[in-house]
């Protein structure tokens, strides 16, 4: 995929009536177009007022006009930003008047796909721009901005350059066997690699968490009727978000509730009380209940702590973590309030708040969260955890191979591909295929 040629144009504000709206162009007619719009065009990155003007002649609006010279701009391309009040008629009668003077509507991420192309920032930093627009709290805002500012980027480089170190050293050591010194066989490549492998799964461990702030936690609560799950995402919500009675049932769908667990952003699924039944509603509850179970990252199976016949924990086909809850703590004696010795239950009030705050610990611990944590993270997605996991799987193999037998070949093999996985991340190595879905999520004027 290559540059383009032609000049584009959007709304760069969200969809909507304000105070003030941006239309943006980018490309080599950039400036011309402008002119055309607004007339004369003032110094570059310099903010005049100017009226803009469709074909005809006809006044839009009147307003700022700000224009970047490329290649420092934001795509790499002349840009030029017009600030006009923010009414939806007016700015796409802008766009118009842009698209009559030669321009063309923008695709969805289409910015910051130029921005990429021009090496104005690398693939990862290009998305934590869409990370850093959609963040749910400021903790993820703040992780986003440091993917932005490339912190996430740095540390996939230097582990990226390290593996292409290791695969000149031990190629070396291949193309020159006669050397004094056998290099596969004396123990540092295998310890180079081992450290490789160690600071993969540390970059992992933290690229886990910056999926979690972009995505969102999807936590799935669980349990028979009446066991007070809607009481306890209530309660976790700390509003009345689901309807609570005591008929059991109530709960037939799937309830969504958003809420920030230690800056990180979690959806709350309330979902129908498992057990069999007649009733065809309840079944499909119960239904859609399992299925949100199998896309949770974590599930909290809620039980009632003062019926004695509450069900063990559900066997589930999949590796989602879960967390016994018994709630209705505030309904059993003092002298039965603590769980029993050697058993991974917590015991909660949902009426009254008790042992909430040990929940949420809990939940963080599950996560692999630190709530106390100095304020390092960086934004990840699905894709770049599965990539790093791909690039460990890799110098696994290799370093099992070099221990085992001393195979140089077959650990620079394995290098090579392990390098290759990690430049998928910041688009060193991607496809067009790859580059088209990232940026089809993005926000038109992005």
Partial sequence: MTPSSDTIVAIATPPGRGGVGVVRLSGPEAFTIAEQLTGTLPEIRTAALRQ???????????????????????????????????????????????????????????????????????LAQAEAVADLIS???????????????????????DLHDALVALRVWVEAALDFPDEDVDFLAD????????????QLSALIDRAGTGRLLTD????????????GKSSLLNALAARDAAIVTDIPGT????????????????????????????????????????????????????????DPTTPAMPDLASAVPMIRVENKLDLIGQETR????????????????????????????????NADASGGEFSARQRHVDALNLALAHVEAGE??????GSGELLAEELKMAASALGDITGHISSDELLGAIFSSFCIGK
Avoid: Y
Avoid at 64 to 87: K, M, N, W, Y
């Fill in 52 to 122: 803009f003007r469709d074909d005809s002649g006809e006044v839009i609006d009147s307003g700022l006009l700000i224009r970047f010279a490329g290649p420092r701009s934001f795509t790499g391309e002349d840009v030029v930003e017009i600030q006009g009040h923010g009414s939806p008629v007016v700015l796409e009668w802008v766009v118009t008047a842009a698209v009559a003077a030669g321009a063309r509507r923008a695709g969805p991420g289409e910015f910051s796909q130029r921005a990429f192309l021009n090496d104005r920032m690398d």
């Fill in 135 to 157: 963040a749910a709290s400021q903790k993820a805002a703040r992780a986003a901005h440091r993917s932005l500012e490339g912190e996430f980027s740095k540390a996939v480089d």
């Fill in 187 to 198: 123990g540092q490549v295998a310890e180079r690699t081992t450290a490789l492998k160690d």
């Fill in 216 to 227: 969102g936690v999807r936590i799935a609560i669980i349990g028979p009727p009446n066991a």
């Fill in 251 to 306: 709960t037939r769908d799937v309830l969504r509730e958003t809420i920030t667990l230690a800056g990180m952003p979690v959806v709350l699924s309330d979902t129908a009380g498992l057990r069999d039944t007649d009733d065809q509603v309840e079944i499909e509850g119960v239904r859609r209940a399992r299925r949100e179970m199998q896309s949770a990252d974590l599930i909290l199976h809620v039980v009632d702590a003062s």
């Fill in 338 to 369: 603590q769980p029993p010795e050697g058993t991974d239950t917590l015991r909660v009030s949902a009426l009254t708040g008790e042992g909430l705050d040990r929940l949420e610990s809990r939940v963080l611990e599950s996560l692999g969260v």
């Fill in 400 to 405: 099992a191979e070099i221990r085992a037998s």
